[in-house]
């Protein structure tokens, strides 16, 4: 089962805004167990959603997902859950393969996290790096 659920099931799930309604998250779980699901992971980005607004004003959340049965799991134990780049949606699109891809770590996406636009040292990092990367090219 792939999907928006418009739920998280826990604060990890979300950056800013409002707290999340905690019996919201605990009835999502419930149907989860209920349903024998479990939650096939992903690869980053971590959040799938965003309103899109301000760093002071953005909130990011992971409402899209991809669950399984066990069943499922040991059909394909090779599966893997990818958030692609968001383009014109609110979200980002998830795939999933059945087959694992290149497992090639240095082949990895580089993934940015937005809680680095927080730190102070954030602009002089990037600028430095940007500079070396202009210089070695």
């Known amino acids: ?17 409002n707290q999340i309604n905690l019996n919201r998250a605990l009835e999502f779980k419930a149907c989860l167990y ?3 699901f479990v939650d096939l992971g992903f690869a980053c980005p971590k959040y799938t959603w965003t309103n899109k607004r301000e760093i002071t004003d953005l909130i990011l959340e992971r409402i899209d997902r991809c669950f399984a049965n066990p069943l499922w799991r040991i059909l394909y134990p090779e599966a893997v859950v990818t958030h692609l780049p968001k383009t014109f949606s609110d979200h980002h699109p998830v795939l999933i393969e059945l087959w694992k891809p290149n497992t090639n770590r240095l082949e990895r996406p580089f993934c940015f996290q937005t809680m680095w ?3 102070s040292d954030f602009p002089t990092i990037v600028r430095e790096a940007w500079l070396k990367e202009v210089h070695y090219n």
């Open 117 to 119: 636009l927080l730190h």
């Open 34 to 36: 209920s349903c024998s």
């Open 1 to 17: 089962m792939i999907g928006d659920f418009n739920k998280v099931l826990s604060g990890e799930d979300k950056f800013g805004g």
